[in-house]
């Protein structure tokens, strides 16, 4: 279940005044990332915050967290990724951090086990960078065969290797030491780089 690490992608859609009441989450890193809308937190290591439009949040459930997630517009529609990566280390202390980016075009690190250059830290020998695309680019990215690599596609359409997706699609990718990517319209991905064999767990599904 999942790829490599990598436990579930959810991409939602949230009404005005709807949204997730309180659950509990244990031993998983929780990213979101806010598309369009704000989307208010609360959880019970006292967090209350609102995530807008371009902003990251990651949650470390660790021993055990509970949370809600809402919408608190009365009539904007929230839109949003939630993507779960199982860590390599259970039983910590849960903990929270919240990032807004600068807004660039091309390569931008988001996820590193290390917080480096700026980066949220997570619990996993996965990194995440957000790639802006103009038109016509084709980057060339040299892949590692003993890693996987997962690659979605938040806005545009994209060829990798020749294949096409769009907007919500996205590319699993292994046993490749080279892609290119080529954006057909101004596109933005999310590129994860996961490790290649994980320890089963159960299903943690939301």
Known sequence: MGFSVLRVINEDFVKPGTGFGTHPHEDMEILTYVLHG???HKDSMGNTEKIPAGEFQIMSAGTGV???EYNPSNE???HLYQI?????VLGIEP???QRKFEDIKGQQLIL???GRDGSIKVFQDATLSRWVLCKDESPEI????NRRYWIQVVKGTIEVNGKTATTSDAF?????DKITVVSQDDSEILFFDLPNSKKGRGPMWK
């Not at 779960?84 to 390599?88: A, L």
């Not at 040299?142 to 065969?145: G, I, V």
């Open 112 to 114: 590193t086990p290390d």
């Open 76 to 78: 904007t529609p929230l």
């Open 38 to 40: 704000t989307i208010e």
């Open 66 to 68: 509970r949370h809600s």
């Open 95 to 97: 903990r929270y951090d």
């Open 84 to 88: 779960w990566i199982e860590p390599n």
């Open 172 to 176: 699993a990718i292994h046993d490749e």
């Open 142 to 145: 040299s892949l590692n065969k």
